[in-house]
């Protein structure tokens, strides 16, 4: 990926799109079907120590759970290459720096991209948790939605992220 692409999508987008490609690669690797008939790829990732800061200071540690990410990757006739993906938490609870009580995590993230035979980029992520306090309301959201375009030659035309949640995800 061009140096002028990794400044030009947004950071979470940017680990979206390299999960995505991984993803991809594990299953071209893996499999002899062509790629427009390839199943999706399940992968579950202990996510025990990230932490979530929020706008009052507070944050929350994974005390246990995984992560369970679903990819998909097609082609079109055109040449063009579709990946999405989706992760969720399973089983994640997680502590508040302010209190000795147990949280969950509730929620998924889903992103997806396309790029065209002529190299034209195209990619969206959205970011949609709850941090559920032991009564079950919301100790906390992440929200946040992301979307880049860009240009063979590296020009970005189109990017925002608009983040209008409590609280940040964990950077990796």
């Known amino acids: ?30 499999t002899a079907q062509s790629a427009s008939a390839s199943p999706g790829q399940v992968v579950k990732v202990p996510v025990t120590g990230a932490v979530f800061t929020c706008n009052d200071g507070t944050t929350f540690t994974v005390t246990s759970g995984d992560a369970v990410a679903v990819f998909h990757e097609s082609t079109d006739p055109q040449g063009g290459v579709h990946v999405t993906g ?17 949280y969950r995590l509730a929620g ?18 959205t970011e949609h948790f709850r941090l559920l306090a032991p009564s079950g309301g919301a100790a906390g959201t992440v929200t ?5 375009t860009v240009l063979p030659d590296g020009t970005v035309v189109i990017e925002f992220e ?11």
């Open 144 to 148: 946040i939605v992301s979307h880049a």
């Open 1 to 30: 990926m061009s140096t002028a692409l990794r400044r030009a999508i947004p950071s979470r987008l940017l680990v979206a799109l390299a999960a995505g490609l991984l993803g991809l690669l594990g299953i071209l690797s893996l």
């Open 86 to 102: 989706t992760i969720a938490p399973s089983n994640v609870k997680l502590s508040r720096s302010s209190d000795n009580l147990t």
């Open 108 to 125: 998924a993230s889903w992103f997806g991209g396309n790029t065209t035979a002529g190299g034209t980029q195209v990619f969206s992520d």
């Open 162 to 172: 608009r983040n209008t949640g409590t609280c940040t995800p964990p950077e990796d």
